[in-house]
């Protein structure tokens, strides 16, 4: 079995130090290049409907499009600052922390509020750059998996993440004030997905991993926010996004149930190490940085506010159980299930998997049709 230092680079997975050790070094370019080592798969077996869940999901996905130009209120007059104000009372801020003493204690409104701003930019331009992380992928994936009814799916997700990234960067551009480079941990994970050469880890690091983490962001911030343009954005891209980590689940659950166990405990690390790498990167050390402050010193404080913990752990609230429908948790002796208590979050494993609750996320015809606000 693999240490946590071969795996994550580190003993100790909240050691802090390691964490903030991980640092982007070409935010300043205007590309970045992954060497993609995979095979382009072609097939000749043209049978449409071999494996009827993802034929069925295609044929979902042709009815289900939306225009990000046409749909979506772009008049909508946004008041960042105001966002920001609701958005700190709704969540608590540090709740009932003592501040004395630390970097926050002389803070007033102003700065609360530019740090609220700050994290509205840092979160979109992170869902953005994974959005434009998970196009990369679905290509690749329609390149190198070897059926024919996932290749037709996923030529379709490709088109739904143009989408979003357009959707997102829009309303970066043209409704908040800033832009943030893509998160160095965020980066080291794309990075590993596109490298490797398996067309399953592609499903996995992607499908199930970022877009389930995703998933369950976005919902909480549809939950969470007043802001009219961007819970309605946050709607449409959910409704993708569930049909995305289905896609997954349903192409992973055939293919892992015919793996040994050392094929297996591949996958369980690669989830495991995609996992950490997820939660690392909302420690948002690019935000203190931009306000001045040294993450070392306030990181600590923040880790003590519950609200940011619980937070945190619901981002896993579709991962766990979509893991649980491929088998990944319980396979040699349980390795990713300890490794999920470790990180806190195996609590949510008996909730239903994605597979199973994907058409509840869809749009009705209503609000496909433009009739609903």
Known sequence: MSTNEEIIGRAEIDDLEAILAVSAADVD???????????????????????PALAKLYEKSKISMWNGETDLPWDTVVDQEQVARDNQALNGGLGDLDLSGTPFHNWKEKEWLQLGMEFQ????????????????????IVETVPWIDAKYYAATQVMDEARHVEVFAKYLDTKLNGHYPLNAHLGLLLDDIIEDSRWDMTYLGMQIMVEGLALAAFGFMHQMTTEPLLKKLL???MSDE?????FGVLSLKEYYSELSDAEM?????FAFEAAVRMRDRFIQQEVWERMGLNPREVIPLLIQNPNRLLFQQMLFTKIVPNCKKLGLLDRNDGWLRHKFEELGVIQFEDLTDTSDEYQAFALSDAELSGQVA
Request: proline share 0%.
């Open 29 to 51: 370019e205007a590309v970045r290049a992954v060497k993609d080592n995979a095979d382009a798969i072609f097939t000749w077996d043209y049978e449409k409907g071999r494996r």
């Open 235 to 237: 709607r449409y891209v």
């Open 265 to 269: 405990f591949e996958r369980q690390e």
């Open 242 to 246: 569930a049909r995305h980590v289905a």
């Open 121 to 140: 930019n840092w979160s979109l331009s992170q869902f953005m750059h994974g959005e434009q992380g998970a196009l990369i992928c679905t290509a690749k």
